[in-house]
């Protein structure tokens, strides 16, 4: 079983106590319960003020909702970083991203201990020429796997015949 490394930033709060403003709806019958979710930026999410508000509010709701957020940032056209934002959402700022890299990869999550609410993240900048993370993907606060970004990649770009 893999073990992912030590998180790069570790604090005690909890996402829920952010307001949400949004109508769920679950289908009762199936009893799918979203766990995880990769959310890959483009430069349509950095380009307006409100599209930036609108993707780290998605991050923050997820996150809310315990669901294990992965934020893969390789938009070099813009210069923002969701990351960055999102933790300003949260009041919180890493110093692992200080500055804030454009490109960059992170995993973020947040879980109930026993006392206390549990948000971390495990933030990495991405350097052209340099081999992308691995992140954890966590399933259950206790089970994660790893998103291997570097061989994702080499993949992609051999099954779209870019190498």
């Known amino acids: 079983m893999w073990a992912p490394q ?4 570790s ?3 909890d996402p829920a106590e952010l307001y949400q403003y949004e109508v769920l709806i679950f289908d009762e019958s199936r009893e799918r319960e979203l766990v995880a979710a990769i959310e890959i930026a483009s430069p349509g999410n950095q380009d307006r ?5 609108s993707f780290v509010a998605k991050c923050a709701t997820l996150l809310q909702q ?12 813009m210069h923002f970083n969701l990351y960055c934002e999102l933790l300003e959402l949260f009041g919180q700022t890493d110093a692992a991203v200080d500055p804030p890299p454009s490109t960059y990869a992170v995993t973020c ?3 109930t201990l026993p006392v206390h609410s549990r948000f971390e993240t ?3 900048p991405l350097v052209v ?5 691995i992140l954890p993907v966590w399933l259950d606060p206790d089970l994660a796997v790893a998103l291997d970004l570097e061989s994702s990649c080499q993949a992609a770009c051999q ?3 870019l190498t």
């Open 6 to 9: 030590a998180p790069t930033f």
């Open 11 to 13: 604090v005690d709060l």
């Open 49 to 53: 003020p409100q599209h930036r508000q």
């Open 66 to 77: 315990k669901v294990c957020v992965s934020i893969v940032d390789l938009v070099t056209t």
């Open 109 to 111: 999550r947040s879980h």
């Open 122 to 124: 495990w933030a990495y």
């Open 129 to 133: 020429g340099q081999p992308m993370p």
């Open 159 to 161: 099954a779209l015949r």
